[in-house]
């Protein structure tokens, strides 16, 4: 068997925690990759709202085993507020959440070191979502990380070398903090954590496979946000490609099977960086107020503007996608007209192709599509789309050159239509 792996397309927050949860039905394992608590997977069912940060959102259907893969770095003191929380409300994880003992550990000072870093940069800060995940990252790049699977040994040594180190940078920052509180509470929470399966996730996802069962890969994040191929130096600090489930899973490039790309009707982005078909007039409040396009875990407003085919095709070619999937078209369904960048001028030449840095001097070229306006957000089937609302569909596959599979048009997991393209 294969590993699919279902990927954001823009600046995250596309709706992949709703369609990994639809999705799980389909599949034995659900696993997470990369990035941390820096995701915010939001899941609406029977009623009920979830948001997952660090769990994969295969928790809710079917009693399957989710994996937090080796590339993930953990927060113990999030992660266990988090787990706490399903606990309670009755999906116990202990049996079946599996955490790679290669992950790493997001340390107290991680956190303080992101809020110091950022307060440093100024005006040019990142607005990164304050988790600590560029430190943890740059400290594994730099071999200096603890991993989960250190509790294991000799842990005090390290994290107290792993301490000093960060404390030298904060004071050399002038940075002041106390992490007494936080510290205590990621003592305990490591304690918690023990009780889970803490596993050689490279082996038991191999061994999976290879005992012919389905994997999901869920990426967090967005392609957009790759630390490689994103809006650079605005970006997270992981591989949030298709690669990255290779490298954040243990599995072989050959092993990948299905990959389900997901975007939005529109785009959204939230921090700081260029985002060319941004919309600072009614149309992007428009957006953001029937979006509700506020993050799931800052409640940070995000910014909104107009859908960039140039930014998805690069996305589609970087991650292979083979299967695309739209979210949120329902947030449309008022709009007269509906915009889709084309290109790009720069400089007055135009281009399709995404260039090496985005910035403000990029002028988007826009195709005009009549809207739908009609309410999509009850339609059960695609028979039931309006005549508008297929042509947009098709421009879209014109365009991008993969079939549309999925479309969402509203916040429950009943709201999601699976189209009829063949296979
Ligand atoms: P993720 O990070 O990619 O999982 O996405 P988020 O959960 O951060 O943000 C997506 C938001 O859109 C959440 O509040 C979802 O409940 C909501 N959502 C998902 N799909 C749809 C949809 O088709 N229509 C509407 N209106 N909301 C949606
Ligand atoms: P999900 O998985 C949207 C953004 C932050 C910031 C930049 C760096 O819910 O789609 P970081 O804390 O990672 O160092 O912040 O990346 N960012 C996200 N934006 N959705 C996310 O995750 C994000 N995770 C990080 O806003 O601009
Ligand atoms: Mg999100």
Redesign the pocket.
Known sequence: MKVDVLL?LQW???????VVDVLTPKYDIITRFQGGPN????L?FDGQ?Y?LRSIPSGIFQGGKINVIGNGVVLDPVLFKQEAEALAASGHDLTQRLYISKKAHLILPTHRILDAAYEAAKGDSKIGTTGKGIGPTYTDKVSRNGLRIGDLLHNFEEKYKKAKARHETILKSLNYQYDITELEAQWFEALEYLKQFKLIDSEHVINNFLKEGKSVLAEGAQGTLLDVDFGSYPFVTSSNTICAGACTGLGVAPNKIGNVYGIFKAYCTRVGSGPFPTELLDEDGEKMCSI??EFG?VTGRKRRCGWIDLVALKYAIMIDGVTHLIM?????LDTFETIKACVAYKINGKETEEFPFEINDSIEPVYVELPGWKCDMTKMQSEDEFPEEFNAYLSFLEEELQVPIKIV????DRE?TIVRYTEE
Request: charged content about 30%.
């Open positions: 954001g995250g927050d596309e709706g992949k925690g709703k995701a915010g997977h939001t609406e709202k948001v979006g509700h799931a979210m949120k078209s329902d947030v969402s048009v509203g916040p709201q």
